[in-house]
T-cell receptor, first 112, second 115 residues
Framework: GDSVTQMEGPVTLSEEAFLTINCTYT??????LFWYVQYPGEGLQLLLK?????DKGSNKGFEATYRKETTSFHLEKGSVQVSDSAVYFC???????????FGKGTMLLVSP | GAVVSQHPSRVICKSGTSVKIECRSL??????MFWYRQFPKKSLMLMAT?????????EQGVEKDKFLINHASLTLSTLTVTSAHPEDSSFYIC???????????FGPGTRLTVL
């Protein structure tokens, strides 16, 4: 079945550092890929998405490129801020058009 | 756009009572709504999928008689935790999607504490 694997956290960075959170997936067909962010005590917010190979999703300085050849959708940001501290979930929609399969989440902690 | 609300945001109840959580799509019609449960420092576990006007589809291991889901309109779904027990304490999150997209929009979550 479908699955998503994310790097384990927490990822601890200083402000303005470069961020990469790895995400790889296993799916049949051509899933859409998503990154969601969850701030403490809140629900999930859609950060970005990509629907086909080589698409790049971007939002708020975050980027991720849909790489079919490596089945990856790594999240990157050039310069993180303290306010980026949150848990980041990689997900795909595959089985059943809109059902999401989530990774386990990666906590990001950014210090001043 | 694509705002989903949940009510209440927090609820504390006594063991044996029932609790209803509402999930509303505020600016779009949600043909499908999802209910998730999230344990501390864990990912989201899909509990059930509901389509407006039809019975919810529950994931394996989720008791449908304990977690009653109703999706009576295109903007409202409710989750009722019946005869709640302390092990039902958790963070419950709903999401919604319209028929034209595979993107789910999430509510802010409801923290349930059963004493």
């Amino acid at each position: 079945g479908d699955s998503v694997t994310q790097m384990e956290g927490p990822v601890t960075l200083s402000e303005e550092a470069f961020l990469t959170i790895n995400c790889t997936y296993t799916a049949t067909g051509y899933p859409s890929l998503f990154w969601y962010v969850q701030y403490p005590g809140e629900g999930l917010q859609l950060l970005l998405k990509a629907t086909k190979a080589d698409d790049k999703g971007s939002n708020k300085g975050f980027e991720a490129t849909y790489r079919k050849e490596t089945t990856s959708f790594h999240l990157e940001k050039g310069s993180v801020q303290v306010s980026d501290s949150a848990v980041y979930f990689c997900a795909l929609s595959g089985k059943g058009y809109s059902t999401l399969t989530f990774g386990k989440g990666t906590m990001l902690l950014v210090s001043p | 756009g694509a705002v989903v609300s949940q009510h209440p945001s927090r609820v504390i109840c006594k063991s044996g009572t029932s609790v209803k959580i509402e999930c509303r799509s505020l600016d779009f019609q949600a043909t499908t709504m999802f209910w998730y449960r999230q344990f501390p420092k864990k990912s989201l576990m899909l509990m059930a999928t509901s389509n407006e006007g039809s019975k919810a589809t529950y994931e394996q291991g989720v008791e449908k008689d304990k977690f009653l889901i109703n999706h009576a309109s295109l903007t409202l779904s409710t989750l009722t935790v019946t005869s709640a027990h302390p092990e039902d304490s958790s963070f419950y999150i709903c999401s919604a999607t319209s028929g034209s997209t595979d993107t789910q929009y999430f509510g802010p979550g409801t923290r349930l504490t059963v004493l």
